[in-house]
């Protein structure tokens, strides 16, 4: 009876250490987002698991409540460190601050992938983003086209330090100032990625250039809260967006919004994390990984490849 005991107790131990092997031999990625409240982070989160899914992998999703907080998102990136996840999977609100953590998990043999924003090192393995320059200039291109080539127009702009939309605005300016001489930007400001903000300092902007023709807007808050001044004003000042929501969609249609620029957040994603894996699998991936953006009117909104784009499957993976 004892050996009989001691050959079932054997038997169960070996079965606990092989399923404590099993559950150990995925990897765990840490994805950072700039902020939880925005459908472009949720559409990330959902490429994010369907890559971390296919590779075995699993996904520790955390970000701060707000784009501006980059003193929480250091908190939660260095508790992902201090965690030792495999790999890191970062958009930094701020190039600048959240560079010395990048540093510090690299050397700490933890791979960074950075995601739609830079960062000012170099060490990361590999950055998925937009090119947010060409992006920028293919707004000024659709706004200078819809006025003509000429008029006065605003820029909402979104927070100092935020590499991806300054790299946004900068192209929209360097376009427009290149290319149509006939058009002047009379103000710019920033809403700080926060709707109410770039709700209020669009209507200053209005109210204080009653003569306004455009306005573009270079983020998914900016571009609500521009819509929303405009709303009584349907038509008669062309805003030229960028990223998208069912709410931006809906004001595209009705003619408040002129176009969008829209990004790939679930391809970003799904890319970041799949290279994420690829490293830690002892393969490699490119440094700098460009992905289009598309501009998205009235007449192609409804599109198949546009709507592809628009509206991924995220209830299959976050449940939204």
């Known amino acids: 009876m004892a050996k009989r005991r001691i050959v079932l107790l054997s038997l169960v131990l070996c079965a606990l250490a092989a399923s404590a092997c099993k559950r150990g031999s995925g990897k765990l990625i840490g994805v950072i987002p700039k902020g939880r409240a925005h459908l472009f982070w949720q559409s990330v989160h959902g490429g994010a698991v369907k890559a971390a899914r296919e590779g075995g992998a699993d996904i520790l999703w955390n970000g701060p409540a707000t784009e501006t907080d980059y003193a929480g998102q250091l908190e939660i990136v260095e508790s992902m460190i201090n965690r030792r996840v495999d790999a890191i999977v970062l958009a930094p609100i701020d190039r600048h601050a959240m560079a010395g953590v990048v540093d510090r998990a690299a050397a700490q043999k933890i791979p960074v992938i950075i995601f739609d924003s830079g ?31 000429a008029g006065k127009v605003a820029m909402v702009k979104v927070q100092p ?67 929303r001044a405009l709303r009584a004003r349907r038509g008669k000042i062309k805003l030229v967006g960028f990223d998208s929501s069912p709410a931006l969609l809906d004001d595209l249609r009705k003619g408040i919004i002129d176009s969008l620029v829209v990004q790939d957040p679930f391809g970003m994603g799904y890319l970041s994390v799949k290279s994420a894996l690829t490293t830690l699998h002892g393969g490699q991936v490119p440094k700098q990984q460009p992905l289009p953006a598309l501009l998205v009117t009235r007449d192609n909104v409804d599109s198949p490849a546009i709507q592809a784009q628009l509206n991924p499957d995220l209830k299959q993976y976050i449940g939204q």
């Open 119 to 149: 960062v000012e090192t170099e060490n990361y393995v590999s950055q998925v983003a937009t090119d947010n320059y060409k992006a920028g200039q293919t707004g000024a291109d659709q706004l200078a086209k819809v006025l003509g080539g």
């Open 161 to 227: 330090g935020a590499a991806s939309t300054e790299a946004r605005e900068k192209g929209f300016l360097d376009e427009m100032t290149a290319h149509y001489p006939k058009i002047e930007i009379v103000d710019q400001r920033f809403g700080m990625a926060d709707f109410a903000k770039s709700l209020a300092i669009s209507e200053n902007m209005i109210n204080a250039h009653p003569d306004l023709d455009g306005m573009f807007a270079s983020n998914e808050s900016s571009t609500v809260g521009a819509a």
